[in-house]
């Protein structure tokens, strides 16, 4: 395999991420995450998680060029992730790469934390297809975009316009009483559950935009919970799950078709850690094969937040010849999704 050799570093969450690809090859993907340490406050704390990035740091991207087998001067490039994000974490990852690319003389790309979600189906599909449609969901972000050309232009179609569907995942995970992240043990309960069991109000499914909204549905969990729990009956946690996931699943899902279709691209990204979930995964599967629409996703490992995404969207930025980011770059904590290079 040819190409530009990466590394991508990532901490605009509660993940750090160092990641190394030759082109849409992947070499290595470290990944240290503090999630642990949120879990008992329910959600992701700033300061835990940038004070967790500072001692994680210098190891990922250690263990990231021993499993490549690699050295640092061999690097072609560094990618980092500039934002969206937590200001202290991307700082952290920020702060890192220049002067990983100072001392190393090597250029520097400050990248779109969501267009790298898209760029990472390259070190499992291969080349991306242009035009295309990416659903991007997270525990912070649910968007639409079209994607004429990764390196160059991301269009915004629409996005939640309150709870992103990762968080709701977490909010009623824990209405549920579930631990922290929610997204997998709501995944893992609803395989035994009735997904018809509860039909959980799908918000703006009819609106006519690309827009989401999960909010309304993580209310009615609660209030479906708490209206059980009012009458002393048990709450069946598995056929809960698996109703409010359906709701989720057939939300995302119709509106990504109805976008392939509207824009006539027949080809369908799923990117963001919300991609992870099997219900979510299968229903896209089915509704793209009846609309005719090529949908391609990545296995789950590289769906959460990771250096290889980051790589890989370096790679293909240094590929083209695109003009490094200057080191006086600042971290943007609402890097808009348009903006591909800080």
């Given at each position: ?32 995450s ?9 959600g992701?704390?700033?300061e ?67 267009a ?15 035009p ?15 994607v004429?050309?990764l ?25 549920l009483?579930?631990?922290f ?112 629409i090529?949908l ?20 293909e ?26």
């Amino acid at each position: 395999m040819t190409g530009p050799l990466v590394l991508g570093i990532e901490t605009s969450c509660d993940e750090t991420g160092a990641g190394i690809v030759r082109g849409n090859e992947l070499l290595a993907d470290a990944v240290a995450s503090s999630v642990d340490e949120h879990a008992r406050f329910g959600g992701v704390v700033p300061e835990v998680a940038s004070r967790a990035h500072l001692q994680a740091m210098v190891p990922a991207v250690d263990r990231a060029l021993a499993t490549a087998g690699v050295s640092a001067s061999e690097l072609d490039a560094i990618a980092v992730t500039a934002g969206p994000g937590l200001a202290g974490a991307l700082l952290v990852g920020v702060s890192a790469a220049k002067a990983y690319a100072l001392a190393l003389g090597k250029p520097l790309y400050g990248v779109n934390h969501l267009a790298a979600h898209v760029a990472v189906d390259q070190l499992e599909h291969g080349p991306l297809p242009t035009p295309a449609i990416a659903l991007l969901v997270s525990g912070g972000h649910s968007s639409l975009l079209l994607v004429p050309d990764l390196a160059g232009a991301v269009v915004p179609l629409g996005a939640t316009i309150d709870d992103a569907a990762g968080e709701a995942f977490d909010k009623v995970a824990r209405v549920l009483g579930l631990p922290f992240p929610g997204g997998p043990h709501i995944d893992r309960v609803a395989r035994d559950g009735d997904e018809q069991f509860v039909t959980f109000p799908r918000g703006k499914y009819h609106d006519g935009t690309f827009d989401f909204s999960f909010s309304g549905l993580k209310t009615a969990v609660a209030r479906w919970v708490e209206a059980r729990e009012a009458a002393g009956e048990p709450v069946p946690v598995a056929d809960v799950a698996a109703s409010f996931q359906q709701a989720v699943a057939d939300v995302l899902t119709r509106k990504a078709v109805d976008a392939c279709l509207a824009r006539g691209v027949p080809q369908l990204i799923i990117g963001g850690g919300v991609a992870a979930n099997s219900r979510l995964r299968a229903l896209a599967a089915q509704r793209c094969e009846a609309a005719g629409i090529a949908l391609r996703v990545p296995r789950p490992g590289l769906c959460t937040d990771n250096g290889a995404m980051v790589a890989a969207l370096g790679a293909e930025l240094h590929a083209r010849g695109a003009q490094p980011s200057a080191l006086d770059f600042a971290a943007d904590s609402a890097l808009p999704v348009t903006q591909v290079t800080a």
